[in-house]
Structure formats: structure tokens, C-alpha cells
């Protein structure tokens, strides 16, 4: 998973950190194993689903192509195969990255060799361990590439669809706890499309982002430097609109509050006791009327797709 999340997106697709040319080498090398095609075709989409998010050009936006194309359909279609070298120039002018980016399948194919070789190995030298070449390629390399696919699949679907908006972007990105326990952190999807180039995704200590921890870490090796991080504005911006929801959140509550004194005081159920109680203390026809009406009116301000229920309300 941190081979995606950590370095075909975070590093390739937005360089939110630097690192020296061999680095860079390694890193595609070590984001080749998850499966996903070259860094450079993996940056391209990415970039472009980022310009043209929840738009028609969007290649995975469950918005415009449902649910199943941006998940896994997309991936599989012919017309997302090609990388426009064009729009990643940055990356396309060092060769090594080409070479791997063309020959995508050598990768995946060295590590499952790889990987059955190691687990053949055991099998004679430490057969204590009860392993084998198949068990090693079946759950190292088939099952956990699967897995990995879906997990990350999730943000091209999912985040698009569930969680919350901290910002108002201009396509549907949403942050969720959930998505981001999988994700390792992408699933702070919305604070990542509001402000892309920052290498955390989870903008709080509250929103566990386990990339970020994990390039933390690396970044005291030396192997990698100059993460990148969230400007003031940003934060600002977030308290703004953080300030904004809990404002209308309160007077929606004190206005009901109002409301439901009033229910107390004069139940809309019961307009003919109402009535003759006003007739006999002699305050007049004002209140017989006024009561129901403020009440009603509140209502509509409170509830305003309910008329329905607020015409039924003032029912006897
Ligand atoms: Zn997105
Ligand atoms: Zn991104």
C-alpha cells in the first residue's frame, strides 16, 4: 500500500518531497511491485483526474461513470492504457523512469519470481516455517496485489461518494476515517484535493494519516527531504468554514428550541382550546391567530421541505 500511497502518488504524481536522481530510481522501482503500471502512466491519470475532477474528462469519476467504471472499469479499458508523456514532462525527461514506465510488466514479474524463489528456499532451508514457492507467490503476490488493487480503488470510487467536506471544492471529494485506515491516509481526500502539494493528507494529529508518518520517518534517514506542508491560509480556511457550519448549526437549534417552547406553551393540535382559553381570559382574536401563525412560520424557517407536515400540524 505505501508503495502507492507513499510513492506513486505523494512523490510522482505531486512531488510533495524530494529525494536524489538514484532515489527516485529506487522509488519506482519499489512502486513498480504494487502492480499499477509505471510511475509515469500512474502520475499522468492521476494529475488529470485532479484538473478535470468530477468532470466528463475524468477517467474515474463515479459521478459522471458510476460506481464499477471508476473502480475497476476504467483500468481495464484501452483508451487509459496510453501515458501522454506530454503532460509529465518533468518525469518523462529521465530515461530510467521511460524504460520502466515502457516495460511495465518486468517488475512485477522479477518480484513474483522473486518471491516464489525465496519461499522454495525456505521450504528446504527453514522447513520449520512450513512454506513453499506457491504459497509465497499465491498470498504474496496474487492475494495481497488484489487486495491492494481495491483498497486504493476505493479513493477513485468511494471517496467521492462518502465522508464529509471540509472544503468547498469544486468537484465531490470527501474525508473519511474509514477509507483512510485502509488507504494508509488517502482517505483525507478532500483536504488532499483542496490542497494537493502538501505531503500530509491528514491536515489534524486527529487524522491518522500513515503515510505521512511513514516519510516522516524516511525523511530522517537522509533518503528522502523537503516534505512539504500545509499553508496557514489552508488552516485558516478550514477554521472559516468550521466557524461558518457551527454558527447555523446553533441558530437552527436555538430556533428550534423557540419552537418547541412554543409547542409547549400552544400545541398547534389543540387551536380550539387555544381558542376558547383566549375568549374567556379576553385577550382577543390577536392571539387566537398569531400563535399558530408564528409557530407555523418557524416551522417553514426550520423545516422548510416539510410544508406537508406543518399544514397537517395546524390540523385540529
Ligand atoms: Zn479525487
Ligand atoms: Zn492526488
Redesign the pocket.
Given at each position: 500500500m505505501f508503495a502507492v500511497t507513499g510513492v506513486y502518488?505523494r512523490y510522482f504524481?505531486?512531488k510533495s518531497y524530494s529525494t536524489s536522481r538514484f532515489g527516485q530510481f529506487l522509488l519506482a522501482l519499489f512502486g513498480a511491485t504494487c502492480v499499477q503500471r509505471g510511475a509515469l502512466w500512474w502520475a499522468y491519470h492521476?494529475?488529470h483526474?485532479?484538473q478535470h475532477s468530477d468532470e466528463p474528462a475524468d477517467a474515474h469519476s463515479p459521478h459522471i461513470h458510476g460506481f464499477w467504471w471508476s473502480h475497476i472499469g476504467w483500468i481495464t479499458s484501452r483508451r487509459n492504457f496510453p501515458t501522454d508523456y506530454s503532460k509529465v514532462r518533468d518525469l518523462a525527461k529521465y530515461p530510467e523512469l521511460v524504460f520502466l514506465n515502457r516495460f511495465d510488466v518486468l517488475v512485477p514479474v522479477v518480484f513474483a519470481a522473486a518471491l516464489f524463489g525465496t519461499g522454495h528456499y525456505l521450504s528446504y532451508s527453514a522447513p520449520a516455517l512450513h512454506t513453499s514457492g506457491s504459497q509465497l507467490l499465491v498470498w504474496g503476490f496474487f492475494v495481497s496485489t488484489t487486495l491492494l488493487f481495491h483498497g486504493t480503488s476505493c479513493i477513485n470510487s468511494l471517496a467521492h461518494l462518502i465522508g464529509r467536506r471540509r472544503f468547498d471544492t469544486d468537484d465531490d471529494s470527501r474525508n473519511s476515517f474509514i477509507l483512510s485506515l485502509i488507504t494508509l491516509g488517502e482517505g483525507w481526500h478532500n483536504n488532499?484535493?483542496r490542497y494537493?502539494s502538501a505531503t500530509r493528507q491528514g491536515f489534524y494529529w486527529w487524522e491518522i494519516d500513515l503515510t505521512y508518518y511513514l516519510l516522516k520517518v524516511l525523511s530522517w534517514t537522509g533518503f528522502i527531504w523537503d516534505l512539504k506542508g500545509v499553508p496557514t491560509s489552508i488552516y485558516r480556511e478550514a477554521e472559516q468554514r468550521h466557524h461558518r457550519d457551527a454558527a447555523a448549526r446553533s441558530s437552527t437549534s436555538s430556533v428550534q428550541g423557540e419552537i418547541n417552547a412554543l409547542n409547549h406553551a400552544a400545541p398547534t393540535k389543540a387551536p380550539s382550546a387555544t381558542s376558547s382559553v383566549n375568549s374567556a381570559d379576553g385577550t382577543g382574536p390577536k392571539k387566537q391567530v398569531a400563535g399558530p401563525t408564528i409557530l407555523n412560520n418557524l416551522r417553514e424557517l426550520v423545516a422548510p421541505r416539510a410544508p406537508a407536515a406543518t399544514t397537517e400540524g395546524s390540523k385540529p
Open positions: 502518488h504524481s505531486h492521476h494529475r483526474h485532479h488532499h484535493h494537493m
